[in-house]
C-alpha cells in the first residue's frame, strides 16, 4: 500500500487502465499487479489523464491500436510511506499508433507508407497543474518523447518511414 490517496495526495495510477479490461475477472485483476501501477498525483490521476484514457478507448479499431503508457523523471522527487523512500515521476506518457483506416488488416510492419499511420504522444506533469493540461496542450511527437527519454518506440515500424510517422502529432486527425 504504497499511495493509498487518503490524505496523502497521492495515488496508485493504473497505466493500463482498470475499465479497459473488464472481458474477465483475471484480465481485470491484472491491472492491479504493481508492475501497472505508478505514483500519481491523486487529482491528476482522476481529470486530464482519465480524460484521455476515456478518450483512447474510443480509438480502438479492427487494426491493432498501439498504446504505450509511460513514466519521466525528469526532476528528482521522492516522498515517504512506512519508512521507505519511493521516487515520484515528473511526467506521465502516453503514445498511440494505428493505421489510419482501422481496418486495413495489415501489421504496421508491412506498411511503406506514412501516410497509411497516424501516431501521437501526450506528455503531462504529474500534479495537479498537470490535471488541468488539456489534451491538445499535452500533445507531442513520439520522436519529442523519444528525445526527452531516451527510449525508442514502435521499433516495428518500417525502417523507410519510421521518423515521418513518428514526428506526427496531429491532434485533430485522432478527433480528440
Known sequence: DICNGFGSGWARGHMLPS?????????????????NIMVQDYYFNSDSWADLEGAVRG????D???????????KNRTISKNNRTISVPSHCFKLLLRTKNGNTKKHIANIKSADELMCIGFIFENSATGASTSLSSAAVSVAELERRSGFTFFRNLD???ADEV?????????GF
Open 19 to 35: 475499465a479497459d479490461r473488464y472481458n474477465t475477472w483475471n484480465t481485470n485483476a491484472q491491472t492491479y499487479y504493481a508492475t
Open 59 to 62: 480509438k480502438v479499431c479492427a
Open 64 to 74: 491493432t491500436l498501439y498504446v504505450v503508457v509511460g513514466t519521466l523523471f525528469e
Open 159 to 161: 525502417p523507410s518511414i
Open 166 to 174: 513518428k514526428s506526427q502529432k496531429d491532434f485533430r486527425a485522432w
